[in-house]
T-cell receptor, first 114, second 108 residues
Framework: EAQVTQNPRYLITVTGKKLTVTCSQN?????MSWYRQDPGLGLRQIYY???????DKGDVPEGYKVSRKEKRNFPLILESPSPNQTSLYFC?????????????FGSGTQLSVL | QKEVEQDPGPLSVPEGAIVSLNCTYS??????FMWYRQYSRKGPELLMY????GNKEDGRFTAQVDKSSKYISLFIRDSQPSDSATYLC????????FGAGTTVTVRA
């Protein structure tokens, strides 16, 4: 089944404790992206990647890192999480970086930073 | 100013009613207009996709774009409890911009 898989689904951590949220897609998509979703603000892009070893900042990149060493994986790293990073996070992928391309989303990771 | 503004809702309607969802956008260069549906505890999934102005119909769903007023709409006819979800509009120039979403509840 074609899908984007994120782990974990729920994560509670404390300020400053490094964490990684994994994302994997099995559709051989070139484009991958991370979003955060907050009430009233909608989906905001954190980082995106157009292919292996090619990443760039989205609208809200501060406090986040990403890497794209393999085509299928695109982990999101919070090196020193803070409470304002408490949010619902989604990984997404699409065949290409054309902005009208259909995005496939993972099921989300609910992160709470205490 | 946000690039895409969406009526926040929430909306609660009885089964069988017509649901009307609306967004406005700021950039006249936007060409592609999308509606994503997001069920609770799930990621968004593409529901409808239109290019430029006009209407597009898919079963009970109609997407409408009015580029002269920078207004996009989604209509759901004969709404069902299974339509209960959050609906996000999205549009693009060099990147995809999402509205904040409208949560719809269809009461049986």
């Amino acid at each position: 089944e074609a899908q984007v898989t994120q782990n974990p689904r729920y994560l509670i951590t404390v300020t400053g404790k490094k964490l990684t949220v994994t994302c994997s897609q099995n559709m051989n998509h070139e484009y991958m992206s991370w979003y955060r979703q907050d009430p009233g603000l909608g989906l905001r892009q954190i980082y995106y990647s157009m292919n292996v070893e090619v990443t760039d900042k989205g609208d809200v990149p501060e406090g986040y890192k990403v890497s794209r060493k393999e085509k299928r994986n695109f982990p999101l790293i919070l090196e020193s999480p803070s409470p304002n990073q408490t949010s619902l996070y989604f990984c997404a992928s699409s065949l290409s970086d054309r902005t009208n391309e259909k995005l496939f989303f993972g099921s989300g990771t609910q992160l709470s930073v205490l | 100013q946000k690039e895409v503004e969406q009526d926040p809702g929430p909306l609660s309607v009885p089964e069988g009613a017509i649901v009307s969802l609306n967004c406005t956008y700021s950039n006249s260069a936007f060409q592609y207009f999308m509606w994503y549906r997001q069920y609770s505890r799930k990621g968004p999934e593409l529901l409808m996709y239109t290019y430029s102005s006009g209407n597009k119909e898919d079963g009970r769903f109609t997407a409408q774009v009015d580029k002269s007023s920078k207004y996009i709409s989604l209509f759901i006819r004969d709404s069902q409890p299974s339509d209960s979800a959050t609906y996000l509009c999205a549009t693009n120039d060099y990147k995809l911009s999402f509205g904040a979403g409208t949560t719809v509840t269809v009461r049986a």
